[in-house]
């Protein structure tokens, strides 16, 4: 005889209501809603796939779930322009004042970033502004950048940037 299949874990329901009707282990979802309450208001039939080590691997259910907006926005932190970019970036730069503003989640303002030269080899590297620490892009090398925001390198303060960074 041959050894038994593993067969992938039951999908673990995350809304309340019924989970929708297909075979175990199927990637099967209903279309229709789960239920109906009062007001209009559905019950999603909403569930995460489990993979068989305990990771989540996905979600069933998530042609409910709308998109993220196709064109996110933010406002420049330095002139208050509203710029348009593309889903997923990190960075976007002003096309007013040229300034560089970080993506944050969570946040319609652009962060303020810092470039910091590596102390290696010499690339630009370019971070948000508070992180302690910045990866360099080119040869890996983790630099500690809190000497940043030591007394009199902050902005605000009339001190020139630190030597080896400069704050945008």
């Given amino acids: 005889g041959g050894a038994a299949a593993a067969r992938p874990p039951a999908p673990r329901p ?3 209501g019924p989970a929708p ?3 175990p282990g199927s990637m099967a979802s209903s279309s ?3 239920a109906e309450g009062r007001g209009g208001a559905e019950a ?3 569930f995460f796939v489990e993979s068989p080590d305990g990771l989540i691997d996905g979600i069933a259910g998530a042609d409910s ?3 993220p907006p196709a064109n996110p926005r933010l406002w420049c932190h330095h002139c208050n322009v509203q710029l348009e970019f593309t889903a997923g970036a990190s960075y976007v730069q002003c096309f007013h004042c040229h300034t560089m503003n970080a993506v944050l989640s969570g946040s319609q303002l652009g962060g303020r970033t810092m470039n910091m030269l590596c102390t ?3 690339t630009s590297n370019l971070a948000p502004w508070g992180t302690a620490y910045v990866r360099c892009g080119q040869c890996s090398t983790v630099s500690d950048v809190t000497h940043v ?3 009199g390198a902050g902005a605000g303060s009339g001190a020139a940037p630190a030597r080896r960074g400069e704050i945008c």
């Fill in 44 to 46: 999603l039939a909403i």
């Fill in 149 to 151: 925001y030591s007394a």
């Fill in 65 to 67: 779930i709308a998109p």
């Fill in 14 to 16: 995350c809304a309340p």
């Fill in 120 to 122: 290696v080899c010499g």
């Fill in 32 to 34: 229709a809603p789960a």
């Fill in 21 to 23: 009707p297909h075979a």
